[in-house]
C-alpha cells in the first residue's frame, strides 16, 4: 500500500467516523411531534403552501415593491387567521390593516389573548417592552419552531 491510499484511506475513515458523530433525526419523534394537538394545524401543509399563504396575504394589501421585502422578512414565519392558531410563547409579527403605507411591525413574543368588547387583544412582550394588538385589525404571522420546519419538510417530501 502506498503512501497516497494510505492517505485516502485515513480520510475515509475519519469521514466515517464525523458522520457517526452527527446528529441524526428521529423518525419516531418526527411523527409523534405531527401527532400532537399543537401541530395539527400543519396537516396537509408544505412549505410552498405556507409560503403561497403568505404571498396571497400581502398582494392585496402591499405595494408590488414592499411584497418582496416584506416576503423576505417573514422567512420562517406562518399566517395566522384564526386566533385558536396563536400560540403563547412563540414570536409574532403583524401588519395593521389601517396603516397607509401597511408597515410589517417588529413584533414580539406571545404572552397573553384577551377578549374584550372590541375584540381579542394579543399582548406581546420584546425585551422589557410590553404592546398590544387587536387580532381582528391585523394580519398576524407567527414564527415557525424547528420541529415544525421539520415536519413541513417531511409533507413535501411525501
Not at 400581502?58 to 406562518?78: A, P, W
Not at 412563540?90 to 384577551?114: A, C, F, M, Q, S
Request: glycine share 6%; with cysteine; charged share 25%.
Amino acid at each position: 500500500m502506498s503512501k497516497r491510499d494510505f492517505c485516502i484511506n485515513d480520510e475515509i475513515q475519519k469521514a466515517q467516523i464525523e458522520q457517526m458523530r452527527q446528529p441524526t433525526i428521529d423518525i419516531n419523534e418526527l411523527l409523534k411531534a405531527s401527532e400532537n394537538e399543537h401541530t395539527q394545524y400543519l396537516e396537509g401543509h408544505t412549505i410552498d403552501s405556507i409560503g403561497q399563504e403568505l404571498y396571497n396575504s400581502l398582494v392585496y394589501r402591499v405595494s408590488q415593491e414592499q411584497i418582496r421585502e416584506i416576503y423576505d422578512k417573514l422567512s420562517g414565519f406562518r399566517l395566522v387567521d384564526e386566533v385558536y392558531l396563536l400560540h403563547l410563547g412563540k414570536y409574532v409579527r403583524w401588519i395593521r390593516n389601517d396603516t397607509n403605507p401597511p408597515k410589517l411591525e417588529t413584533g414580539g413574543i406571545v404572552i397573553d389573548t384577551k377578549i374584550t368588547d372590541s375584540g381579542v387583544n394579543v399582548l406581546c412582550k420584546l425585551g422589557s417592552r410590553f404592546t398590544q394588538y387587536r387580532f381582528n385589525e391585523c394580519i398576524t404571522y407567527q414564527k415557525l419552531s424547528r420541529d415544525e420546519m421539520l415536519i413541513l419538510m417531511a409533507y413535501s417530501a411525501l
